[in-house]
Nanobody, 124 residues
Framework: VQLQAFGGGLVQAGDSLRLSCAAS????????TGWFRQAPGKEREFVAS????????VYADFAKGRFTVPRDNAKNPVYLQMNSLKPEDTAVYYC??????????????????WGQGTLVTVSS
């Protein structure tokens, strides 16, 4: 399975950005697509996920109310809509796919496939 995250860039605080995650090379009846991020000098952290085909979403506390994984896009590609961006959202954002939906949704170990990240920089 090949994953590609794209859509990052340089934006100002308060702006919006939509990231996309395109997958190829695999077909699963039930799976989870997750978004993680890693800021300079920090550990990778969970952002959001969506489970297919049920379209069940989970968000990190910092993402609630600002970030959305559109439910009607619980397929390929999967988007991460980010609104009201803050400088602390600056990070490399990764998408990942987990084939066992019973594994921990917020833990990177719960995902089997990872794409190369896309850099999001939010200026103040």
């Amino acid at each position: 399975v090949q994953l590609q995250a794209f859509g990052g860039g340089l934006v100002q605080a308060g702006d919006s950005l939509r990231l996309s995650c395109a997958a190829s090379g695999g077909t699963f009846s039930r799976y989870r697509t997750g978004w993680f991020r890693q800021a300079p000098g920090k550990e990778r952290e969970f952002v959001a996920s969506i489970r297919s085909p049920e379209s069940i979403t989970v968000y990190a506390d910092f993402a609630k109310g600002r970030f959305t994984v559109p439910r009607d896009n619980a397929k390929n590609p999967v988007y991460l809509q980010m609104n009201s961006l803050k400088p602390e959202d600056t990070a490399v954002y990764y998408c990942a796919v987990g084939t066992d939906v019973l594994r921990r949704v917020r833990d990177s170990s719960g995902y089997d496939y990872w794409g190369q990240g896309t850099l999001v920089t939010v200026s103040s």
